[in-house]
């Protein structure tokens, strides 16, 4: 169980047919006075702030789904959520601590071990951009720095060729300046190759990566993010999951 919240887990239906209905899952977050003084918001209590849960990204090992994303308010950032499900969807289990004013956000696996999310800490400002790492198909993470000189930015786009080969790219200020970096060594390390007042493209590679087979789609009626897989027949969806994820008060 995480320390910034606790994990509630409700029945999901197994896949089924393309458009099936699977029932709704909620992840809360227990805002704790110190959370609420950390993020500078003001919720009284006949007045208290709602929690949203937000996902943005999602890929696969060969063992397990992982989707990576947030919890937050209509002003910030509360803390970062990963979730995994080893059986395509119908349980699903948190294998990395929640960190608190952080956002993870790009999911990738090279291979059906080795895998990669991105993150960064703050709210107005993007601060510290890192990786999450994993080399068991997404059972064990390990937080990796991608440089000690970088204090502000985020990852706008990165790509693994294989569990050693990477690269990736910082913005370090909206869009206004990125920062092209690789890494030989699976993100251990990373060498800086160019920068420019632009946004900075992935290298291209001697064949295009796959077409994705996890989806995440909103669902607005439902209030809730769909999990879908690509399957012979279309998209299934195998897993919804709530927006709503609590509120803080003081």
């Avoid at 029945?11 to 709704?24: F, R, Y």
């Avoid at 397990?64 to 959520?81: N, P």
């Avoid at 349980?91 to 960190?99: D, I, L």
């Amino acid at each position: 169980m995480s320390p910034l919240g606790l994990l509630v887990l409700l029945a999901v239906a197994p896949p089924g047919v393309q458009g099936s209905a699977p029932s709704p899952q909620q992840f809360t977050f227990n805002c704790r006075p110190e959370d609420i003084a950390a993020a500078g918001l003001d919720c009284p209590a006949q007045s208290p702030c709602p929690v949203f849960l937000e996902l943005n990204g999602i890929d696969s090992s060969a063992s397990s789904i992982i989707a990576a994303g947030d919890f937050h308010t209509e002003r910030a950032t509360l803390a970062s959520v990963l979730l995994a499900s080893s059986d395509s969807g119908k349980t699903w289990t948190e294998p990395f601590e929640r960190m608190p004013l952080t956002t993870l956000d790009h999911v990738q696996f090279a291979d059906p071990d080795h895998g990669w999310v991105s993150g960064w800490a703050g709210n107005a400002l993007p601060q510290r951009p890192f990786l999450l790492a994993t080399i068991d198909g997404g059972k064990s993470w390990r937080k990796l720095p991608i440089g000690d000189d970088i204090d502000t930015g985020s990852v706008a786009h990165f790509r693994f060729d294989s569990p050693n080969v990477g690269s990736l790219v910082v913005d370090t200020g909206s869009g206004k300046h990125q920062q092209l970096f690789q890494t030989i060594d699976g993100g251990e390390s990373w060498e800086l190759q160019r920068e420019a007042d632009r946004a900075i493209p992935l290298p291209r590679t001697a064949s295009p990566p796959p077409d994705p087979v996890w989806r995440l789609q909103a669902d607005s009626a439902a209030k809730a993010y769909v999990v879908e897989h690509h399957a012979s027949q279309g998209w299934e969806p195998v897993a919804r999951i709530l927006l709503a994820a609590g509120t803080c008060s003081e």
